[in-house]
């Protein structure tokens, strides 16, 4: 490269390769920190993210598991796809329209992890019922708010409704991943310059379309969150909810703003990188920032049992750790028997009991047949087993209880 092309705008609307990126900021200490730091911010994203994989991995049940890891993706995805443009600029397109599909299929998943709190049908249909439908919701509807009527929630209309919000998450993860692919094939032959607003650019245009599409899809997202906001309440979806809208919004209206910003001066050329090479630049540090912080409020609220498993699951894992932490020579007795606590105390007021009734026959030997079990948990009836022998209110002063 030539140094005079260090002093103009030689990289505008004819993006560089990676060599030719790093001659040109070679020696500013600036742009190298800020490339470095982006790196770092970047690997300390996927780490995290690989960390809360395992985690639900381990502790989330199947279908759960695999929404909980589609929505944690977001993050490093987006992260990484930002990267891979900050080095590779000529490959900037391409790597968004692949953030982009990832995060339409996404969205599914989180609408289909909020219906999956319900369990059933008709769990859903009992916590619904009554509940009223605002259809004036943000962003697309909340200035027709005093005008839409708001639905009851019967029977009768709720899996209609369902459906519908479905479909408004499941045309965003249709057609933005085919606007970008037509963009992706227009780039290729020249035709598309990220970042170039005029009228007879298809930028604008598809960044419009983009916009309605994802509007369409957030309306349908918070519609079902005011729906299912109290009746889920107890599986942290407010949290979640946010997190995810968050990430949605940014990811595309940023790049409409940045794009505004150039073609208004506030974003100019500053050798060597024209306005558009450093809006596109200041486009994806943004992503990356914005990725880590919203990857550790998302790590906050998947990376956890609590809301993300059902209560009465929960007790049940507690209880079984109870046994375990209780027995630790036999497990087939633990399983057979339970706790042995609550057997020997049931014992002990059941022996009480008969003492103090007087109208027991004294002198007679009731044994009480305890089984064991095997290593499967299976109770054996033709082995051996413990004989608790209770014998009522004996005149010797030595009374006791023979195992």
Same mark, same amino acid.
């Given at each position: 490269?030539?140094?005079?092309d260090?002093?103009n ?11 030719? +990126? ?10 190298? #920190? ?6 770092i ?10 960390? @809360?994989?395992?985690?639900? !991995?381990?502790k ?12 944690? $993706? ?5 992260s ?12 900037s *397109? ?13 969205l ?5 992890l909020i219906t $999956? ?26 200035f027709?708010? !005093?005008?839409?009527?708001? =639905? ?17 998450? *499941? ?5 933005k991943?085919?606007l970008?692919?037509v963009? #992706?094939? +227009?780039? #290729?032959? $020249? ?5 170039? =607003? ?8 598809f960044?419009?379309?983009? *916009? ?7 309306? @349908?997202?918070?519609?079902l ?6 009746? +889920? ?16 919004? +940014?990811?595309t209206?940023?790049?409409?703003? =940045?794009a505004?910003? =150039? ?5 100019? !050329?500053?050798g060597?990188? @024209?306005?558009r ?6 486009d994806n ?9 919203f990857?550790i ?8 049992t ?10 049940q ?26 057997v020997?105390?049931?014992? #002990? ?16 030997v009731?044994? *009480?047949?305890?089984?064991?079990a095997?290593? &499967?948990?299976k109770?054996?009836?033709? $082995?051996?087993h ?11 002063? &030595? ?5």
């Open positions: 490269m030539a140094d005079g260090a002093n705008c030689s990289f505008d609307f004819e993006d560089p390769t990676t060599s030719q +990126l790093l001659q040109a900021i070679n020696g500013n200490y600036a742009s190298t #920190t800020t490339l470095v730091a982006a790196t911010l970047s690997i300390i994203t996927f780490i995290v993210f690989i960390e @809360g994989e395992i985690f639900v !991995c381990r989330i049940a199947s279908r759960r598991k695999v929404q909980l890891s589609f929505i944690m $993706g977001i993050y490093p995805v987006f990484a796809t930002s990267l891979i443009s900050l080095y590779v600029p000529r490959a *397109l391409v790597a968004r329209f692949t953030a982009q599909v990832y995060l339409s299929v996404s599914l998943q989180f609408v289909m $999956g709190y319900f369990k059933t049908r008709d769990n859903m249909q009992r916590l619904l019922k009554g509940s009223i439908l605002p259809l004036g919701s943000p962003p697309l509807l909340i027709a708010s !005093c005008c839409l009527p708001k =639905i009851p929630i019967t029977e009768e209309n709720l899996l209609k409704i369902v459906r519908t919000i479905k479909a408004a998450v *499941l045309q965003v993860a249709v057609l991943p085919i970008w692919f963009a #992706t094939v +227009l780039w #290729t032959n $020249g035709s598309y310059k990220p970042g170039k =607003i005029g009228l007879h650019e298809p930028f604008i245009f960044q419009v379309a983009s *916009l309605l599409s994802t509007l369409m899809a957030l309306n @349908g997202i918070i519609i969150f005011r729906l299912c906001k109290e009746p +889920l309440k107890k599986f942290k979806i407010t949290p979640k909810f946010f997190t995810v809208q968050l990430a949605l919004v +940014l990811t209206t940023q790049s409409i703003l =940045i505004i910003f =150039i073609s208004a001066g506030v974003i100019t !050329c500053r060597p990188f @024209g306005a090479m450093r809006g596109s630049y200041i540090l943004l992503t990356v920032v914005e990725m880590f912080f990857n409020m998302a790590t906050i609220w998947y990376r956890r609590e809301g993300n498993v059902d209560p009465e699951e929960q007790l894992r507690r209880y079984y750790a109870q046994l375990s932490s209780t027995y630790k020579v036999d497990p087939a007795i633990q399983i057979a028997l339970g706790d042995e606590t609550d020997m105390t049931s014992l #002990t007021s059941e022996t009480s009991s008969r003492t103090l009734d007087s109208n027991s026959n004294e002198g007679i009731k044994p *009480l047949v305890i089984h064991s095997d290593s &499967n948990g109770v054996n009836n033709n $082995g051996s413990y004989v608790v022998k209770i014998q009522d209110n004996q005149p010797e002063s &030595n009374d006791s209880t023979d195992i």
